[in-house]
């Protein structure tokens, strides 16, 4: 079932919880919403599940205005961060929970849990008590529970929040073949980018109470359409400058912006892997001491700084990496590939023009 | 070293626990089995636990309701004086139960609004039952409360919330929600609030009046009998409260050891 909100605002004494903020969870998907903590996400989550107020705005599940329906009538399901198991009863009676509340005959009640107990990978454990699960299980649990009394839409509070890492990763991989198999129009909250990333089909990016764009996870990386979703969605180096003669100054580096005005000052922000560092100092223009090394796991960052100060960071593969053979304190060389012009704070994206360009020229030899 | 220190322990343990009721039993059947049972099963001492039963049967019941209500109250409100209140409720603990009695003479006498409102209704509130409740009420109020809102506090909202959400109201989520999450507690505290019902003396010997077959408690008529060179009758019913209060506490344990061993056995099935 689709959900929508509108405007919706909710205020806590003088501060705004979450100011004006609208958007669409189509039919079937996976949506998730992604911010720092306190930027009002789990309280929009929690304003759907009606288990807060709006101060004002309109909220639809299914086309229908929910606004004056009490939480037990919204027929959703709500996975809580911390569970928020009943510990006095057993697994099977925790899923069976909302099937009693809703007086399911007791025959269609125990199939429905046996159904889900499969589903969720829990087969056996159905006479345990929650504090002798583990925490992957106890968040299957929960799961389950949401989705018994088969709730039109399934709400999740930073669902592998509470979760070891790697247990968080096989929780996600199941989460989406779960969505893929029952196709239940889910919300999640998360402040984990990566997970926002792998897990969503869409995402929508919250801070400070307002949304900052919502799209595909390609999109939000590829085009952030703010300041804040550059800064937050992956790594991005940014750094400021004034315009002049159509390029922005950053001490010695230039990237060219057609159609800005002189002095004005402009954010050019680049992905560490659009920065190319050399060993060797003739290779690029530009000229830096790499600083420190960091291992990664899959890659390598180095983190380089110019003359001017300015620290950059650059993400380099292995094998590139060991082509090199760097040491920290040399000096190095470097060049930026591909640059975007970012939109001001409080300015939309400008949208359908072209910020993003592969830069020739100047920095290039 | 060590076995001083558990020496000490033994020592202490003896002389002021073990000692004193063996002797006190001893004391009880020190003119036979027959003194004893005649003791404690004439008028006035049948009356006494009569009457001490109800009233601590009485107070139970209010303090589970009223009790429950504030430990709810407390953790779950913002209110003007919540901090008052809290800090309050421990006062009972602090005040001799001589001044709590005294207190409620003080509010119910004949010069008083509440004294003269209750005299012009015919309610005898003084030197009767209702003063008697209240009384022990005073002195056994915060054992529920404070079993109770530690254990709410822990408890948290989110699985109330949980229940909400799965379609359960108000009564379903307090009946099968916050309910069982308080049950040990309550049985603790209403453990607590029994053998302190039973066991208290001065604050109902002040607004009773000590009336024989009206007003006079178990307690009461131990201390009568043995201002009365009673010796016999105060320690056998002295000893057949302690009786009482020791099956309490031992049911009690046996209970607790029981649902501990269910959740255990359940889990490993």
Known sequence: MKIEVRGLTKKFGSGTAVGDVSFVVHEGELLGLLGPSGSGKTTVLRLIAGLEVPTAGDIFIDGKRVNDLTVQERNIGFVFQHYALFKHLTVFDNIAFGLKIKKWSRRDSEQRVQELLGLMSLVGLGGRYPHQLSGGQRQRVAIARALAPRPAVLLMDEPFGAVDAKVRQELREWLIRLHTDLNVTSLFVTHDQEEAMEVSGRIIVFSKGKLEQAGSPADVYEEPATEFVARFIGSMNIVEGVVQREQVQVGSLEFPAPGFADGQKLQVGFRPYYLKVAEDPTRYRQQAKLRHIYFLGVAYRLEIETPDGLILRSRMNKEEFRRCRFTVGQAVSFAVTHFRILPQEGMASPHGTETSRPLTGPLTP | ?269
């Open chain 2, 1 to 269: 070293m060590r076995r001083v220190l558990i020496g000490i322990v033994w020592f202490y343990f003896l002389v002021l626990l073990v000692g004193p009721i063996l002797y006190m039993a001893n004391q009880s059947f020190s003119q036979g089995i027959e003194a004893f049972w005649t003791e404690i099963s004439r008028p006035e001492a049948l009356h006494g636990f009569a009457l001490t039963a109800e009233i601590t049967g009485i107070v139970l019941v209010l303090n589970l309701f009223f009790g429950t209500m504030t430990a709810l109250v407390l953790v779950r409100q913002q209110f003007w004086g919540r901090g008052l209140v809290s800090g309050v409720i421990d006062l009972p603990f602090a005040v001799s139960p001589v001044i709590a009695g005294f207190m409620l003479i003080l509010l119910f006498g004949p010069d008083t609004l509440l004294g003269t409102f209750f005299g012009q209704a015919r309610v005898k509130v003084l030197f009767a039952l209702p003063a008697m409740i209240l009384a022990t009420l005073f002195v056994t109020f915060p054992f529920m409360v404070r079993e109770l809102t530690p254990l709410l506090q822990t408890l948290g909202t989110e699985e109330e919330e949980a229940a909400r959400t799965l379609g359960a109201g108000e009564w379903q989520v307090f009946l099968k929600v916050t309910l069982p999450a308080l049950r040990w507690g309550m049985v603790y505290g209403a453990t607590l609030t029994v053998a302190r019902a039973i066991g208290e003396f001065g604050a109902v010997l002040v607004v009773s009046g000590n009336i024989l077959l009206l007003t006079q408690t178990a307690t009461l008529h131990i201390y009568q009998s043995y201002v009365d060179f009673n010796y016999v009758a105060a320690n056998a019913v002295a000893l057949t409260l302690l009786a009482v209060s020791f099956a309490i506490l031992t049911i009690l344990e046996i209970a607790k050891a029981r649902a501990e061993t269910t959740v255990a056995e359940a889990g490993a099935q």
